[in-house]
């Protein structure tokens, strides 16, 4: 068995149990589990997901996961341009476009500011 640290983003986080929300979490899978299969066995649609960082570092779901990985999962972005970053599919799942609202301006920042933060910064290992 592998135990991995997983933490969904946003509206992935309506696929889980409610105690797994919006947090991190351990979750073993079988030594050989991908991205995509523990993603999957979460209850979390593949389709659904845009970007995988594992230990700070962007993967596909083909990715085989090891003992204490730190799997950070990210949906569809709408205001932040990841086509550098992506390695599940080949374009974005949705066009880039800014809106109006003010309100709906200052989540996608955050969520940006967040993410770029996340690249900086590298997931450390905690002592088990």
């Known amino acids: 068995m592998v135990t991995a640290t ?19 979490f351990a979750y073993a899978c079988a030594r050989d589990a991908t991205t995509k299969h523990a ?6 649609p593949h389709t659904e ?23 950070a999962v990210y949906p569809k972005f709408e205001a932040l341009d990841i086509r ?5 599919r080949e374009r974005p799942l949705r066009v880039v476009r800014f809106r109006g609202c003010a309100s709906r301006r ?15 910064q590298p997931f450390s290992r905690r002592p088990h």
């Not at 200052?106 to 900086?120: I, M, Y």
């Open 39 to 44: 993603i999957e066995a979460l209850g979390v």
């Open 106 to 120: 200052a989540r996608p920042a955050a969520a940006a500011s967040g993410l770029r933060h996340a690249l900086r």
């Open 6 to 24: 997983f933490r969904f983003y946003e509206e992935l986080n309506d696929f889980l149990a409610r105690p797994l929300r919006r947090r991190a």
């Open 49 to 71: 997901v845009e970007l995988i960082l594992v230990n700070g570092e962007s993967v596909g779901f083909n990715h085989m996961l090891a003992d204490g990985d730190r799997v």
């Open 84 to 88: 550098p970053l992506l390695r599940v």
